[in-house]
């Protein structure tokens, strides 16, 4: 079945098989290797991306149900180099220790941060209580959201990670694979 | 995991839903938000032929009023429900259910109808629909009927919709001004409930003049409480009213035993978690 799904920025159509999680596409189509997966059961968040603005675990989503939507994965956040504020935070305030939910855990955060601009700790924890991380290191976690909270200016959600063609440059446009 | 192969259709209309539904057969799914059937899909728990996503039936999703009810299409998200102002005016204890379930993720695509027609017996929306007395709208080729929310569950992962039917709407009457709430008891975050409790209830002045109370993961359905609300009603909302209105909670339950919790703490907490939820409700 062909699907066209705009990731990151960039417009791709392709064939896929119906059966083909989301996360599939993006790792092993368009090599999108920074979304990772990290459980079998949908409970780890490790996986999640944004479709059409919102937070989703790309493992529970299929290829086929993302047709015409837009996709964001955490390799579509850096601008011209800079870090987003979340990953900037993270990077700040130590809030990774093995790194594999680090993906999912700022895709989360970002969505938390659309909803509640300045969310209490509290609020925190219960935002990205869909991410599990391995290490327990949640409390740098929590900390670097709540700086990024301080750091961003309300309206860091879907707006602020639609990219323009401009933007793009000679990435822009439909690509075929 | 990978999902076994299936064909796959998304139609747009109720009508080619039903159709779709109809031509596939047996070993036809139904694909509503997919949180609990993606999963079970990737385990091999099942492997259907075909899946009929429902993800562009756009008349499904939304919440509107008709006269005295609410009426939730069966798509609508449990992120949309959760922030839709009719139901926190009208329908309080569907959206504090809501916001329990699972993670936000989940509640981004997970879909209020799918929840209700998958009918697992932890499930946190079954229970509210029985104790607030909703309706099942659903078509099939015959055309369209209603169920009320005490006849749909009929045991664990079934209920009373018919091979080739499909949930479309689920119509609530409206409760407003009543107060609710829901207790839920799990292990850790974003986990099934061990047992729930849903609470509505109308006060005035400090005297419960109505109740409606509802278990999750009591029995292989929801449990209506009706002990419970026999009880409350016409008592003054105090600790000890309420307490003892509670040990109501057990009857006509009939809880398993699992990794989680033996039939009798469960029993302990169906008492413990309405106290906690009457209490809550009642302010």
């Not at chain 2, 995991?1 to 299936?6: D, K, L, Y």
Request: aromatic share 4%; glycine share 10%.
């Amino acid at each position: 079945m062909r699907i066209t799904v705009t990731v990151d920025g960039t417009t791709y159509s392709d064939e896929v098989e119906p059966r083909t999680l989301l996360v599939q596409y993006l790792r092993e189509r368009l090599g999108k290797v920074g979304t990772v997966v990290g459980c079998d059961t949908s409970n780890c968040g490790a996986c999640t991306v944004h479709l059409d603005g919102h937070s989703v675990k790309s493992c529970s989503v299929l290829a086929v149900q993302a047709d015409g939507c837009e996709v964001t994965t955490i390799e579509g956040l850096a601008r011209d180099g800079q870090l987003h504020p979340v990953q900037r935070a993270f990077h700040d305030n130590h809030a990774l220790q093995c790194g594999f939910c680090t993906p999912g855990m700022i895709m989360q955060a970002i969505d938390l941060l659309a909803e509640d601009s300045d969310p209490e700790e509290q609020a925190v924890r219960e935002g990205i209580e869909g991410n599990l991380c391995r290490c327990t290191g949640y409390q740098n976690i929590v900390r670097a959201v709540r700086d990024a909270a301080h750091e961003m200016r309300p309206g860091a959600g879907p707006e602020a990670e639609r990219v323009s063609e401009a933007t793009m440059g000679t990435q822009a446009g439909v690509h075929r694979s | 995991m990978i999902p076994a192969e299936f064909d796959y259709v998304a139609p747009t209309t109720v009508d080619d839903a039903v159709r779709a539904l109809a031509d596939a057969g047996d070993e036809a799914k139904i694909l509503a938000g997919g949180q609990s059937l993606i999963p079970v899909l990737r385990m091999r728990l099942a492997a259907p032929t075909k899946l009929i996503d429902l993800g562009k039936v756009t008349e499904l999703q939304g919440v509107r009023e008709d006269g005295g009810a609410l009426v939730i299409g069966a798509m609508t998200t449990h992120y949309d429900v959760v922030r839709d102002p009719l139901i926190a005016e009208h329908a309080k204890l569907i959206g504090m259910a809501t916001s329990t379930v699972a993670d936000p993720q989940v509640r981004h695509r997970g879909t209020f109808g799918g929840s209700l027609a998958h009918a697992d017996p932890a499930g946190d929306l079954a229970a509210p629909a029985l104790a607030l007395d909703v309706e099942m709208v659903v078509h099939g080729m015959d055309g369209r009927r209603t169920i009320p929310a005490s006849e749909f569950f009929v045991d664990y992962f079934t209920t009373a919709l018919r091979p080739g039917e499909l949930l479309t709407e689920v119509r609530v009457p409206k409760y407003t001004g009543w107060h609710a709430h829901y207790e839920k008891f799990n292990r850790v975050a974003q986990a099934w409930s061990i047992v729930g409790v849903a609470a509505a209830v109308q006060v005035e002045g400090h005297t419960i003049t109505q109740a409606r109370v509802g278990l999750t993961n009591m029995s292989s359905v929801p449990v209506r409480a009706s002990g419970v609300e026999r009880a409350l009603v016409g008592q003054e909302a105090t600790p000890e009213a309420i307490k003892a209105a509670a040990q109501h909670a057990v009857e006509g339950t009939m809880p398993v035993a699992d990794g989680n919790a033996d039939a009798a703490y469960r029993e302990h907490l169906a008492k413990v978690l309405t106290s906690r939820a009457v209490t809550a409700a009642c302010g």
